[in-house]
């Protein structure tokens, strides 16, 4: 059985565990990002003193098994589209705040909710200290905080990005990374989902020491004040340059987008990912794009990505993947 590690937590996660999820033959874990500190995430920080729940909810629901308690899994990711104080929240974050003052820390209560909703893997916080990410642009500023670097609405370059105090990895986070056979990384925002976990203390150090094979799947569009203008081997070579280790695969997907939502993007600035990694043998490219328009709950405020990564056909790459059927003679040989 094949130890597949997955780094991130937001929606992007998501989608990779839904589809992994669903192959036996896998043990899954998944490493999830602990900064998030905007809406209902700023509640339970700031007037209860728990750390941000929404990414562990998403991985809950992500790795929960569809054939069993479907109708609290419905509860689960209820967002109340009304209420004064309400609106905009999920049932499950409240229900998973009540779960840690029951259990008595983030950690338990995500245990707990593993076993109530028969998860097929592990949620694994990637740090337990109360940190916010701090990213240093190229014009001297400074913003403090996952949900405003998330939210930017001017373009600038980040040059400096990392905690505004120590946080240092879990050991279950330190030794999944360690006993992995495959990490996968991404897809999800570069900065605020993929680094934030990679700039905790330990996790590039684990990386680096294990004997895992690394998978990046490229995301699909560019992001203002993240990587606008940058192209695919900009975002590898970022990613790897705060890891301190070279990928060994890189997901990059050639099916095609619709036009529509490919110029709402033009219109906000926004563009394809340029591919230049042509003629790099590390290069997957595989339709793994959604064929419909993702659409928002109701009540969910918060700006989303319209075109996402298609669940079934990522996980039947990556299981192509772990089982060296993808690629060279060479990374078929060693994958076993």
């Known amino acids: 059985m094949k130890k597949i590690v997955v780094i991130g937590g937001g929606t992007g996660t998501s989608v990779v565990l839904e589809g992994l999820k669903r192959y036996s033959d896998l043990d899954l874990s998944v490493i999830v990002n602990m900064t998030d500190d905007g809406g209902s995430n700023a509640i339970v920080r700031d007037e209860f003193g728990v750390l941000p729940l929404s990414d562990l909810r998403k991985s809950i629901i992500a790795l929960a098994d569809e054939s ?64 916010r990410l701090v990213a240093k642009y190229d014009d001297g500023s400074k913003i403090v905080g996952e949900h405003l670097i998330d939210e930017m609405v001017e373009d600038k370059k980040i040059e400096k990005f990392g905690l505004d105090s120590n946080a240092q990895i879990t050991k279950e986070a330190q030794d999944a990374i360690l006993n992995a056979d495959y990490i996968v990384i991404g897809p999800g925002d570069t900065y605020t989902s993929i680094l934030a976990c ?66 709402r ?44 990564h298609d669940s079934e056909k990522l996980s039947r790459v990556l299981h192509r993947v772990f089982r060296g059927k993808v690629g060279s003679l060479l990374f078929r040989v060693l994958s076993f």
């Open 68 to 131: 069993y308690n479907h109708i609290l899994r419905e509860l689960f990711v209820y967002r109340f589209p009304n209420g004064n104080g309400l609106k905009g929240h999920t049932l499950g974050n409240l229900l998973m705040l009540a779960m840690v003052d029951v259990a008595g820390s983030e950690k338990k209560a995500t245990k707990k909710l593993e076993t109530l909703f028969n998860t097929k893997g592990k949620i694994i916080p990637v740090t337990t200290d109360d940190v």
């Open 198 to 263: 990679i700039v905790v203390n330990g996790v590039a150090e684990a990386m680096q020491r294990s004997k895992g094979k690394m998978i990046f799947i490229s995301n699909l569009m560019t992001k203002i004040g993240q990587t606008r203008g940058m192209s695919h081997r900009n975002i590898v070579e970022l990613v790897e340059e705060y890891i301190g280790r070279k990928m060994d695969r890189v997901l990059i997907n050639d099916g095609d987008i619709s036009q529509d939502l490919i110029d």
């Open 265 to 308: 993007y033009i219109a906000d600035g926004e563009s394809l990912i340029v591919d230049d990694m042509h003629g790099d043998p590390r290069i997957v490219r595989e339709d793994i794009v959604a064929n419909s328009e993702f659409v928002k709950d109701k009540g969910d405020t918060l700006k989303r990505s319209l075109v996402r």
